[in-house]
């Protein structure tokens, strides 16, 4: 059945959220054959930009008839435990779909995956690279950024599909017919438990996926959160990193005990992303069984060049004699500690904080004290749990504010000449922010907009 063909079966369909991905997966659904009259846009924000044409239901009753409907795509931020507890029926009775799930079912190219919590976006963007350096047709695709059905031609596929995939959109995952190449699960951290109710049900989103890899790759650290001791792992997992077959040092990283690449050239050392490195490695010999020969020698030339990948303990400039970095995507303390770990005392200010999550947040107050990060910026809500345990310490220049202008200009003014100022906030921005995107646009701006001039 073609995927139109298979979309006009369903008579009745809604898009619940009508933001980016719902707007595109609209677009498609149109693209597709289905009439404008057979879909249903379903959002809690009364101003929500719907077409004049589209039926509509929005503000609080949008979801009062959700399982009338053939097929509802999600937006992919909904889980079952945000959304549970406004249905009027189970969620598992609702025929959920999202372009994910689309994805999954029609596709019929080669895939490599990426999922678990960190690490996933450097590691999918060095992949990406490698294979566009090899001159394979490759579409890479970040959970963040534009929707999968705005990048894929189903009818006519590129040669890989590098995915992105966080446990938001793998929530609703039906266990439907298919089969993705090489699965790969990047570090572990104990995060977005809020959205999904609780740790268990995050590893489970996650979980759900791995069954239909042909090979699974995972860290070492994550086995043990995968659920599975390494003997009762399926027969096509790959683990790597210290004390396996796929191992490092100083200067090399060990495939089955041999010199594989020298990573001193990789101008992103810190231990995570040599974390991130390893996975590479794994994946890269893992895709050669499938064909893609040369990538090998990519490999060794994205090691030599690869930067950083944007917003990523991110260069951002050198002003009044400060180093400028955005780590706007740390979103977890466990992050902002690899931050900070990656320039140990050189880290003077430290820009921290927001909407409040279940977060252990005396991992940074260690490393404060540790490395003696007198100035810092608190955004709330999160931003107080720093200021108690600093009290009223001298030492400390400390401002309390919403504004990323404001704090831009306190750290300009504070720390101290050539060290370092890091935006590493620890925590999703939505107390104050829209998305984590308008954070870090916020920081660069603030930064390129200081006056070239500063005494302390």
């Given at each position: ?5 298979r979309l006009?079966?369903?008579n009745n ?10 707007r ?8 597709h054959g289905i009439d404008?009259e057979?879909?249903t846009?379903?959002?809690?924000n009364p ?5 004049a044409?589209?039926?509509a239901?929005?503000w609080?009753n949008?979801?009062?008839d959700?399982d ?8 992919p ?6 959304i549970?507890p406004?249905l009027?029926?189970?969620f598992?009775k609702i025929?959920w779909?999202?372009q994910?799930?689309?994805f ?8 490599i ?8 976006t450097t590691?999918v963007t060095i ?5 566009k ?6 579409v890479?695709?970040w959970?963040?950024?534009h ?18 995939l ?6 609703a995952?039906q ?12 570090s572990?951290?104990?995060t977005?438990?809020?959205?999904h109710g609780s740790?268990?049900?995050?590893k ?10 042909k090979?699974?790759i995972l860290?070492?650290?994550v086995v043990?959160?995968y659920?599975r ?5 399926p027969?096509n997992?790959v683990?790597?990193w210290?004390n ?12 089955n005990?041999t010199?594989?690449?020298?990573h001193r050239a990789f101008?992103?050392p ?9 996975a590479v490695?794994?994946t890269?010999?893992?895709?050669s069984t499938?064909?893609?020969t040369?990538?090998?020698a990519s490999?060794?030339?994205c090691v030599?060049?690869?930067q950083?990948?944007?917003h990523?303990?991110?260069y951002?400039a050198?002003?009044?004699?400060l180093?400028?970095y955005?780590?706007a ?10 931050a900070?770990?990656?320039f140990q005392?050189?880290?003077w200010?430290l820009?921290?904080?927001w ?17 003696s990060?007198?100035?810092?910026v608190l955004?709330?809500?999160t931003g107080?749990h720093i200021?108690?345990a ?8 400390i401002?309390?504010?919403r504004?990323?202008d404001?704090?831009v ?9 050539n060290s370092?100022v890091?935006?590493s906030c620890g925590?999703p ?7 984590f995107?308008e954070k870090?646009?916020l920081f660069k ?8 001039e500063k005494?302390i």
């Amino acid at each position: 059945m073609t995927l139109t063909n298979r979309l006009n079966t369903h008579n009745n369909i809604a898009i619940l959220w009508y933001g980016l991905e719902g707007r595109s997966t609209h677009n498609f659904l149109l693209k597709h054959g289905i009439d404008n009259e057979q879909i249903t846009i379903l959002d809690k924000n009364p101003a929500c930009a719907v077409p004049a044409s589209t039926r509509a239901i929005l503000w609080d009753n949008y979801c009062d008839d959700i399982d009338q409907y053939d097929l509802v795509f999600k937006a992919p931020w909904i889980t079952r435990a945000l959304i549970e507890p406004i249905l009027s029926v189970p969620f598992k009775k609702i025929p959920w779909s999202s372009q994910t799930q689309l994805f999954f079912e029609r596709y019929e190219g080669p895939t490599i995956w990426v999922t678990w919590t960190k690490g996933k976006t450097t590691t999918v963007t060095i992949l990406h690279e490698i294979f566009k350096h090899a001159w394979y047709h490759a579409v890479l695709w970040w959970n963040a950024w534009h929707p999968i059905l705005d990048l894929i031609d189903f009818e006519h596929p590129p040669e890989i599909v590098i995915y992105e995939l966080s446990s938001f959109m793998l929530d609703a995952i039906q266990q439907s017919n298919y089969t993705l190449d090489i699965g790969l699960f990047t570090s572990f951290f104990h995060t977005h438990e809020k959205e999904h109710g609780s740790i268990a049900a995050y590893k489970q989103a996650k979980r759900t996926i791995a069954s239909h890899a042909k090979t699974l790759i995972l860290w070492k650290q994550v086995v043990e959160a995968y659920g599975r001791q390494p003997d009762e792992l399926p027969n096509n997992t790959v683990i790597f990193w210290k004390n396996t077959a796929r191992d490092y040092d100083e200067q090399y990283i060990y495939q089955n005990q041999t010199q594989y690449i020298d990573h001193r050239a990789f101008r992103l050392p810190w231990v995570h992303n040599l974390y991130n490195l390893a996975a590479v490695c794994a994946t890269v010999e893992q895709a050669s069984t499938l064909g893609y020969t040369e990538l090998k020698a990519s490999l060794e030339h994205c090691v030599a060049t690869f930067q950083w990948v944007e917003h990523r303990i991110e260069y951002v400039a050198t002003k009044n004699w400060l180093h400028w970095y955005n780590d706007a995507i740390a979103t977890t303390p466990e992050a902002t500690c690899a931050a900070i770990e990656a320039f140990q005392e050189n880290v003077w200010c430290l820009l921290y904080g927001w909407i409040e999550w279940p977060y252990d947040h005396g991992l940074i107050i260690s490393l404060i004290e540790t490395y003696s990060i007198n100035v810092l910026v608190l955004f709330p809500d999160t931003g107080h749990h720093i200021r108690a345990a600093v009290g009223d310490n001298p030492a400390f220049h400390i401002l309390e504010t919403r504004s990323m202008d404001e704090a831009v200009a306190f750290a300009n003014k504070h720390t101290p000449n050539n060290s370092i100022v890091l935006l590493s906030c620890g925590s999703p921005s939505f107390s104050c922010r829209s998305w984590f995107k308008e954070k870090w646009t916020l920081f660069k701006q603030a930064v390129y907009a200081l006056p070239e001039e500063k005494s302390i």
